[in-house]
């Protein structure tokens, strides 16, 4: 087990990377088994709750957008936990996010939002692929329709 300066047993994360199916390739040099990509074919190989995840991820990218007020910007979904626990489902890596100019006009709120989306590694769905729908549905429930020019 990895270990924390504390001398704790560090809680081991699985990055939730690509919210779509792995590519065959030849196995990489380097892994590190507390930390490695999960794909969407995986995690149902795993029984993992798949729609369960592209839900939560959806939640917390409208929450991040319209709460915090802030772009997401290369965020990272990870799913962490060891045997004697439940995997908790965390978000991560917030160094690059920036904030939304609310007295900007919509037009570039809305194209900052979607640039972001697109320029983020793809951790959520995207339009067209399977659970896109869970996670839409989940960040439009999520969003404040009182949010004024972000709704």
Sequence with gaps: P???ATGKAAT???RLLEFA????TPCCRFFNQNNFPLYTDRLQELGLPVKELAV???CMLSRIHHFAGTDGRDIEFVVGGS???QASFW???FNQVQGINLAAPLEEKVKQLVDSFY?????YPRPDMDYWDDFKAAYLHEAPCSN????
């Design 91 to 93: 978000c991560i890596d």
């Design 2 to 4: 990895v270990v924390c």
């Design 56 to 58: 939560g991820m959806g």
């Design 148 to 151: 004024p020019g972000l709704s």
């Design 83 to 85: 045997p004697k626990q």
């Design 119 to 123: 320029i983020n590694d793809p951790y």
């Design 21 to 24: 199916y792995a590519i065959i």
């Design 12 to 14: 081991p994360l699985v």
